[in-house]
């Protein structure tokens, strides 16, 4: 026997740590929430019946807001699930419990696991589980799912999911709002859904449920018999919540506890959210991974190269055509082991840190206003400074975004947004060859250039103001990570790049050196020398510049091909800037416009990669010739 | 929908508050109209209610001893508290029916605060003038945007609700509501009705 579940809970709730429970620690867990945009599966035997269990993204309710609720909406109500497990927090039941009558509305089957138990009787907080069940119908499971106790029980009951004849319980609207109910049901046809549970969601306005009427006018006509409602969604809602509300009550028992005069939480909360403080230290922090990683990214890259270095030249390949090509691709998997590799992950344990502490929701909260500028939520700090690693994963990242526009927007702001390829260029030519403080200055630029690009993308894309802190974040408690689910994540994170940007770094190299042996790069030096004089560098930089496009790590190899390794000589101080900021800034790679089409489609894509080439091209000419004129 | 115990509860519930009402002797046959279970459910709460001493039957009439009348009393109080609440939603005969099936789950530290709501409601001032640390009651939410309220009522902040400023950010407050912490906008903030 096979049964398929999902597990739906808000943010935050332990759905992952259950899953860990369940079938063993293959799976992300995070303290910030709604870190699961995608569902995650995993399937374990239990009595010979194979259970597939759906990690679904944490919601607080199903109303069609946000990309997280959209893909558990679908999970539940689309792919014909045998049932759902619903999360429960007892510290804040009724929460959990608008989210469970929901799910039972649409009449699937459910089982309720109770966390977080000790943390609420802590509070002094006791729930009577079994009233519980009783009153809505389904088992009710307290579980923990670190110590495992509850989790048998749990299965137990799963097992049994689809047997129970219990009548569980519905939530009643008042008879306007059910006759209009009832109204609306006689018109849905063509799915599996329950009739009643369809025409609710169409009276709450949800669009996807349209598509189950005969004929949408009943909508309009369902309403005229609610002239006391007319916001009747909100009355929905408030129903639902009041009835939550009420049911919590009645099975909760508070007996008041002696509060920790001020708890760690408080005490570091006080400073992190201060008005002052917050901003700075979150600024402050931000700034510190960046440099720790130069830092120790730096040495780990050093210490890689020498011997990648080493490997490369013991193995030397011979000449020819498929020798050079093999030498290229192998040059540009090594680029990738010692370069970007070491990179990329001592940033993502670092961020997958601040993340797992609790810290991040905070960072979050206070960078709100800076990213506000930009129309966007705090949020979306997250994707951006993924990017930082990669702008692959960064790419994927924008999903946690609410609207499409918001995800491609941030998109657009990876232009400006250097990924370890871009700084390894920074660092090992500008900084090699210029020093530290051009280094440094190519750094500012590019922070003057993503300002102006997202000033300018803004009023292209028409990107609307909300209401501050529209995303309502929430700030979970203090959590002590698990070194392993730190590890765990980080890879996770990191799988795009190694599974897709990898295999891309040795077909570019391998193209670029086909290109080469068939003269197009020579021949393109002419065909753009226009481009290199309004840079006012020599025109076979034309080279490092498009080729880079196929393999960032090799534009400081293809540069010394085509100049000789005393760049110093050959350029100037200033030269090497603009040839930093013009290789740095625009979608930096193939491999990420790939990625860009898999997200938002070919033409706004290419159109971003396209349009984010030419401004870097405009900016740094424009700099150079600013700064050359005095 | 409640199991058998709880239904001869309500029942009995139904039963006292009825008379509670009317305050005088009832035909047993109106009590079985109202009450829209099966009769024989009746009959079982009316025997149960005799045996409680808390009503005394008399061939078809039947009304309330001085314990009883006490228990009405609190029945009816929180019958009416409730229809109170449930009129921001509802008309009256809507709000009578609606109450009739939640009351039995209410406790009375709700209807303590679900009482003061019906009270105040139009009272309320806007979260950005709570005092810091200050913990009231939520009377109402005023937000245009019906899946941004969704949200908000799904998360906790909903009328009826305890809500206490914890920190103040640049960019609004930390709340604690329904024991969690919450970032709220300013502007949010602003439409959020709580008592003074």
Wanted: net charge positive; charged share 25%.
């Amino acid at each position: 026997m096979k049964l398929k579940i999902l597990l739906v809970g808000q943010p935050n709730v332990g759905k992952s740590s259950l899953l860990n429970a369940l079938v063993g620690p293959k799976v992300i867990v995070s303290n910030y929430p709604g870190t699961t945009v995608e569902i995650t599966k995993a399937k374990n035997v239990f009595d010979r019946t194979k259970i597939e269990f759906e990690d679904t993204p944490g919601i607080y309710s199903i109303s069609d807001r946000s990309a997280e609720e959209k893909v558990t909406e679908r999970a539940l109500f689309e792919e014909n699930p045998d049932g759902a497990m619903i999360i429960a927090d007892s510290v804040s039941l009724e929460r959990s419990l608008y989210l469970a009558f929901q799910v039972l509305e649409a009449e699937i089957p459910v089982v309720i696991a109770l966390n977080f138990v000790e943390s609420a009787e802590k509070r002094g907080i006791t729930i009577d589980h079994k009233k519980l069940g009783k009153i809505l119908g389904v088992p009710v499971i307290p579980i923990n799912p670190l110590t495992k106790s509850g989790i048998n029980e749990l299965v137990g009951a799963l097992l049994k999911i689809k047997k129970t004849k219990e009548e569980v319980f519905t939530v009643r609207y008042d008879d306007d709002i059910e006759k209009a109910i009832k109204k609306i049901s006689f018109q849905v046809t063509k799915t599996r859904l329950p009739r009643r549970f369809v025409a609710l969601r169409v009276l709450e306005e949800d669009a996807d449920f349209y598509k189950y009427l005969k004929d949408e006018e009943i909508i309009e006509e369902a309403k005229k018999g609610l002239v006391d409602h007319p916001r009747v969604s909100e009355d929905i809602s408030i129903t639902r919540s009041g009835t939550a509300a009420f049911i919590a009550e009645k099975i909760t028992r508070i007996t008041s506890v002696a509060e920790k005069s001020k708890s760690l939480e408080e005490r570091v909360d006080r400073v992190l959210l201060h008005r002052v403080w917050g901003p700075f230290l979150t600024i402050l922090t931000f700034v510190a991974i960046i440099g720790a990683l130069l830092f120790l990214g730096s040495w780990v890259q050093d210490t890689l190269m020498g011997f990648t270095g080493s490997f490369l030249s013991a193995i030397h390949i011979g000449g020819g055509f498929i020798g050079t090509a093999l030498e290229a691709g192998l040059t540009g998997l090594m680029a990738g082991v010692s370069i970007a590799l070491p990179y990329v992950f001592l940033f993502y344990i670092l961020f997958t840190l601040v993340e797992d502490t609790g810290l991040l929701s905070r960072f979050v909260v206070n960078l709100e206003r800076f990213l506000r500028g930009l129309n966007l939520p705090g949020k979306a700090i997250i994707p951006l400074a993924l990017g930082l690693g990669c702008t692959v994963p960064g790419v994927r990242a924008t999903r946690i975004l609410a609207s499409g526009k918001e995800r491609f927007y941030t998109a657009s702001l990876f232009t400006a947004v250097p990924c370890s390829s871009r700084i390894a260029i920074i660092r090992g030519i500008v900084g090699y060859f210029g020093g530290k403080l051009l280094a440094a200055s190519v750094l500012v630029s590019l922070i003057v250039a993503f300002l102006i690009f997202g000033y300018l993308m803004k009023k292209v894309m028409r990107m609307e103001k909300k209401p501050v802190l529209y995303e309502l974040p929430e700030l979970p408690p203090y959590r002590i990570p698990s070194i392993k689910n730190i590890i765990t994540k980080s890879w996770i994170r990191m799988k795009t790049f190694v599974y897709i940007v990898m295999p891309f770094l040795i077909i570019g190299g391998i193209f670029y050196t086909a290109l080469d042996t068939l003269g197009v790069t020579k021949a393109v030096v002419g065909l753009f020398s226009p481009i290199m004089w309004w840079l006012g560098l020599p025109a076979v930089a034309i080279i490092p510049w498009l080729f880079g496009y196929l393999q960032k790590d090799l534009s400081a190899a293809m540069l010394f091909t085509v100049l000789g390794t005393e760049i110093a000589v050959v350029l100037s101080p200033l030269q090497v800037y603009t040839f930093g900021v013009a290789t740095t800034i625009g979608i930096p790679c193939i491999i990420a416009t790939g990625m860009l089409l898999k997200e938002f489609g070919s033409k706004r894509a290419l159109a971003l990669t396209l349009v984010s080439a030419v401004y870097g091209l405009l900016f740094a000419g424009l700099v150079w010739r600013t700064i050359s004129v005095f | 929908m409640p199991k058998e115990p709880d239904i001869l509860k309500i029942v009995k519930e139904d039963i006292l508050r009825i008379l509670g009402e009317t305050k005088k002797e009832v035909l047993l046959d109106s009590i079985k109209a109202e009450i829209k279970v099966s009769p024989s459910f009746v009959s079982q709460a009316i025997k149960g209610l005799e045996e409680e001493n808390q009503i005394l039957v008399r061939k078809n009439f039947i009304r309330l001893t001085k314990d009883g009348q006490n228990k009405a009393k609190d029945i009816v109080k929180k019958h009416l508290v409730l229809e109170n609440y449930f009129k921001r939603t509802k008309n009256e005969e809507e709000a009578h029916k609606m109450t009739d099936i939640l009351e039995h789950y209410v406790s009375e530290e709700v209807i303590k605060n679900i009482k003061k709501l019906s009270t105040f409601k139009q009272r309320g001032v806007p979260l950005t003038e709570l005092e810091l640390y200050k913990e009231n009651l939520i009377t109402d939410i005023l937000i245009p945007n019906s899946k941004l309220f969704e949200r908000m009522v799904s998360m906790g902040i909903h009328p009826g609700e305890k809500i206490r400023i914890m920190y103040k950010t640049p960019d609004g407050f930390v709340v604690n509501v329904s024991r969690k912490k919450i970032a709220l906008g300013k502007d949010i903030a602003k439409k959020i009705k709580v008592l003074e």
